[in-house]
């Protein structure tokens, strides 16, 4: 392995025994190159060609108050896989707010857990008073990583093979860019939506494939909400108001605390792709929060969409967490607010809402072929995370038409990242390739990337391959053909 450190960062971070900076959560602060990865065991397969982007948490400076984990600075992850061989790169990203910290040397925002007042500069986002850290997720749009923050922050444009930072996308929006931007791959085109504490409350928009922004709507919502995904069919973009938002009275107070709202049900905005605020149609549904979203598609009437319902969207503290960490801990614990892969189908004939869980088990964090995106589909691949902590220890794949499934799961003290599909090149069936993911060996101290066989996962991995450094835990990631980089829409 050829290994290349770039010039270290500022931090003034300091020893801390806090869960979530800590153990698989401990942040990384190296930026490195690395070419001709070691193989550690198997072989790297030559019939995949392109990228695997994964984001983390990395707080470079002291928090001013209770960190979080979604508070930590964004940092890219890239392995390239080509003729068998794997090259690793990582960067933070650069966003507004990580460069003022950078020249101020030290933390200027408060976090999620925060209350008003701590942070030394105005904030941003619909919670008014976070720094945009661009942590949250990413995808690929028009050859370029799109880096994006769960608050609406700004979109941040880097190379997706030198992680080159291009700093703001032109198409971004005045009321910033929600995470979990969807990409349509037969298309081009990227969706997206945003939310703040302003009415309309909520947008959605469209970019071509060339990034320009073609289409913004306003999406009118009672009042301020909590939106986090969105999903897409061939036809139609759905987005969502759950009852799980801020409590309306502690907000005027500047109080940002999430409650269960009792009474109101879940809606979602069933829109076509270009439409507008009058072409919404609104469908009820059972009331839950949902994180993230599969995929959706239409049949006859109907359109149908899968995620994980969550059973307890505001769950007690846990009981044995550190204290002061007890209510932070249970929302980051899939084990407390319980989500459960789910199907809901929406009859655009009647208005009819039909709904059921696929599987009681604790799942989330699906992925799926891309090239099945807004279309019907039958593979599903989940996570399933360690009870009390948010991290994921292995890996479910349903077959939604037989109601089949497969898992794998990590040896103890193994920690895995969200693993997207990657079609091998020639493909012949939906399962035909590989999940891919980043592992966090905790005993070891080391990281390694893994080729699982999609078809096989019982049987784990196929290849693993080693990293340069240990990486941190975080939240989200994408593959990317090599050709999809260069042409902007999947192969025919």
Excluded at 39 to 46: A, K, Q, Y
Excluded at 381 to 407: I, R
Aim: proline share 7%.
């Amino acid at each position: 392995m050829k290994l290349e450190r770039l010039p270290p960062v500022r931090t003034s971070l300091q020893p801390t025994n806090h869960p979530y900076l800590t153990g698989a959560w401990t942040p990384l602060h190296e930026e490195v190159n690395a070419e001709d990865l070691q193989v550690l065991e198997g072989v790297i397969p030559t019939d995949i060609d392109g990228v695997y982007v994964r984001n983390t948490e990395n707080q470079a400076h002291q928090p001013l108050g209770r960190y979080h984990p979604f508070d930590g600075d964004g940092m890219l992850h890239m392995i390239s896989f080509k003729d068998g061989k794997a090259d690793y790169r990582n960067r933070f990203v650069r966003t507004r707010c990580f460069e003022a910290e950078q020249e101020a040397g030290q933390s200027l925002w408060g976090g999620l857990a925060d209350g008003p007042g701590i942070s030394v500069r105005p904030g941003f986002g619909a919670h008014g008073s976070l720094k945009d850290s661009s942590s949250t997720d990413v995808v690929v749009h028009g050859g370029k990583i799109v880096s994006t923050f769960y608050q609406c922050g700004e979109a941040y444009w880097l190379d997706p093979e030198t992680l080159e930072q291009g700093g703001v996308a032109s198409w971004a929006p005045l009321d910033g860019v929600s995470a979990h931007t969807k990409v349509d791959e037969a298309t081009g085109e990227l969706l997206f939506f945003n939310y703040s504490k302003q009415a309309p409350y909520m947008h959605y928009g469209v970019v071509d494939k060339d990034g320009r922004r073609v289409h913004y709507t306003s999406v009118p919502l009672p009042g301020p909400r909590l939106p986090h995904d969105m999903a897409f069919s061939a036809n139609y973009s759905i987005l969502n108001d759950f009852p799980v938002f801020w409590d309306q009275d502690l907000l005027a107070q500047n109080l940002h605390v999430v409650r269960m709202h009792e009474g109101l049900p879940s809606r979602f905005a069933v829109i076509p792709r270009y439409g507008n605020e009058a072409d919404i149609r609104w469908f009820e549904a059972a009331p839950t929060y949902v994180l993230h979203w599969l995929n959706a598609y239409e049949d006859g009437d109907e359109v149908v969409m899968d995620g994980y319902f969550q059973e307890d969207p505001c769950p007690v503290p846990l009981p044995d967490a550190p204290r002061g960490l007890a209510h932070m801990m249970a929302y980051l614990d899939e084990h407390s607010f319980k989500p459960k892969l789910h199907r809901w189908r929406f009859n655009l004939k009647t208005g009819e809402t039909r709904e059921h869980h696929l599987d009681d088990r604790i799942l989330e964090f699906g992925m799926f072929n891309q090239r099945y995106a807004g279309k019907p589909y039958r593979y599903a691949y989940s996570t399933t995370t360690k009870p009390g902590w948010f991290l994921f220890n292995g890996f479910v794949k349903h077959d939604l038409e037989t109601g089949e499934s497969w898992s794998f799961t990590l040896p103890e003290g193994k920690f895995a990242s969200e693993a997207p599909f990657v079609p091998r090149i020639g493909a012949t069936a939906e399962d035909d390739g590989y999940l891919v993911s980043f592992i966090i060996d905790e005993a070891a101290g080391t990281s390694e990337c893994v080729l699982i066989d999609a078809q096989k996962i019982e049987a784990g991995p196929v290849v693993r391959i080693a990293l340069p450094h240990k990486i941190c835990s975080g939240t989200h990631s994408v593959w990317a053909d090599r050709d999809f980089l260069r042409h902007g829409v999947a192969a025919a």
